[in-house]
């Protein structure tokens, strides 16, 4: 699959495959099961970076976010 992408941190090469990242320990546990049945082959780089990775707790956040 072909598709485009902003790279603001001119970390990407050209013909590089982006790949999904996977979690199997996530806390809290409601979290794991939630992101499992979301998306069962993985999150974004994006998504892990500001969801599953940053400092915020992802249950005091705005489910439109």
């Keep these: 699959m ?3 992408t902003v790279d603001r ?3 990407l090469v050209q013909d590089q495959v982006i790949e999904l990242v996977c979690h199997a ?3 809290p546990p409601e979290l794991q099961t ?3 049945e979301l998306f ?3 999150v974004s780089f994006h998504g ?3 969801f599953l990775n940053s400092e915020q707790d992802a249950r005091l ?3 439109n976010i």
Aim: aromatic share 14%; hydrophobic share 20%.
């Design 2 to 4: 072909e598709a485009y």
């Design 34 to 36: 939630h992101v499992d």
């Design 48 to 50: 892990d970076f500001y």
């Design 40 to 42: 069962p082959d993985g």
């Design 25 to 27: 320990n996530l806390d």
């Design 9 to 11: 941190k001119r970390g």
């Design 61 to 63: 956040s705005s489910p």
